[in-house]
Structure formats: structure tokens, C-alpha cells
């Protein structure tokens, strides 16, 4: 089974500033998708970014990056001029691609990083 | 257009009744889940719907939770004889198909009393 491990329960950004949130997983397959969501205290879960395994090149969309290391399993999400609209929690999650595989089609998530911007 | 809709968007209950919660999904997805968000488990898979196939029960936690998917569209899941440990946000997502991003509702807040 595959795991999602976020380390950083809690990070602060200053607005402006840029914050890098870690995430690193645990699978055996070779093909897979992995995603950044953030929940504000809406707790509406909304998608900032997703990554397909097979792709070298980073995902970036606006300000949001990511730096996507395979061999490493790790996934970290970069966000530049951090914004107070920002502040919420942030989960990273795993999709298997195979059809065969028993999880294959949920997402498995990470514990989540909590982020506050401070003006 | 519109996104993925649940009602209601608070429930309190007392220990041991019944409650239903309803999820909408956007139009034109066919594959729908369902999960819960609790402070202890974090957010955990219970079950998947994709069109008219038989769905993927593996998360579901005992057999007091169950759920339905009418005419491909609406689903409800309901919880039997409740617990306080059942008291979490239930999510609930859809997608399109062939797509691997899952759309989420605002969820439903399940407080067991």
C-alpha cells in the first residue's frame, strides 16, 4: 500500500515571502499521479497542482510550483508571493495509475501542513 | 458551472440514530467517492461508484455505513445506528471520466452526540 507522509504539521509564511511545504511518499509502482489540494476553512477542498509521474518537467501553475524528485519519492509544493488568501491547510495525495492495483483509483492523502501568512 | 454539492452541510445526532448524507456530483462525472475527515485518521477512502459498475466498498469501516448511487448521479451515504466515533467531516468527490483529478464538495459535518 502506498503512504503519504507530510513532516511539517505547521509552517508560517510572511506575505510576499515564498514557503516550501514537503511531502514524500512510498510506492512501488512506476507510474502514478501525485496532487497538492488545499482546504480552507471553508473545507472546501480545492486543487492547486498535479504531477504525473512520467513527466520530468515540474508542474507549475501561477505562483504555485512544484519540485518533483522520483528517485527520491518526494514531492514538495513551492509558493511564491505568498498571499493571505493562501493561508489554509494543505494535503498532498497519491493516485495509482493501475487499473489491477486495490487502491488504484482513491486518493491517499497525506496528514496535512497547516499554513498561516502573516501581514 | 456548478460544482459538487452535499447536504446538509452540518448534522448533529444523537448516538444510535440513523442520518443520511447526499452528495451531487458534477455533471457528466461518472466516478464518485466518498471520504471522512476526522482529527484522529486524517482523511480516509470509503467508497468509490464508477457508472453503473459494481462500487469499491473497501473503506467503509463496519457494515453500519453504506451507500447508494442512483442513476449514475446522486449518491447518499448512511450511517446505521451512529457512534460518536462517526463524528468527522464526510467529503465527498467526483471526477470525469479517463481524468485522475477529483473535485471536492463542501463536505457535511457529522456530530454524533
Known amino acids: 500500500a502506498q503512504t503519504v507522509t507530510q513532516s511539517q504539521p505547521e509552517m508560517s509564511v510572511q506575505e510576499a515571502e515564498t514557503v516550501t511545504l514537503s511531502c514524500t511518499y512510498d510506492t512501488s509502482e512506476s507510474d502514478y499521479y501525485l496532487f497538492w489540494y488545499k482546504q480552507p476553512p471553508s473545507r472546501q477542498m480545492i486543487l492547486v497542482i498535479r504531477q504525473e509521474a512520467y513527466k520530468q518537467q515540474n508542474a507549475t501553475e501561477n505562483r504555485f510550483s512544484v519540485n518533483f524528485q522520483k528517485a527520491a519519492k518526494s514531492f514538495s509544493l513551492k509558493i511564491s508571493d505568498s498571499q493571505l488568501g493562501d493561508a489554509a491547510m494543505y494535503f498532498c495525495a497519491y493516485r495509482s495509475t493501475l487499473i489491477s492495483s486495490g487502491s488504484a483509483r482513491q486518493l491517499t492523502f497525506g496528514s496535512g501542513t497547516q499554513l498561516t501568512v502573516l501581514p | 458551472g456548478a460544482g459538487v454539492s452535499q447536504s446538509p452541510s452540518n448534522k448533529v445526532t444523537e448516538k444510535g440514530k440513523d442520518v443520511e448524507l447526499r452528495c451531487d456530483p458534477i455533471s457528466g462525472h461518472t466516478a464518485l467517492y466518498w471520504y471522512r475527515q476526522s482529527l484522529g485518521q486524517g482523511l480516509e477512502f470509503l467508497i468509490y461508484f464508477q457508472g453503473n459498475s459494481a462500487p469499491d466498498k473497501s473503506g467503509l469501516p463496519s457494515d453500519r455505513f453504506s451507500a447508494e448511487r442512483t442513476g449514475g448521479s446522486v449518491s447518499t451515504l448512511t450511517i446505521q445506528r451512529t457512534q460518536q466515533e462517526d463524528s468527522a467531516v464526510y467529503l465527498c468527490?467526483?471526477?470525469?471520466?479517463?481524468?485522475?483529478?477529483?473535485?471536492f464538495g463542501p463536505g457535511t459535518r457529522l456530530t454524533v452526540t
Open positions: 468527490a467526483s471526477s470525469y471520466p479517463g481524468h485522475y483529478e477529483q473535485y
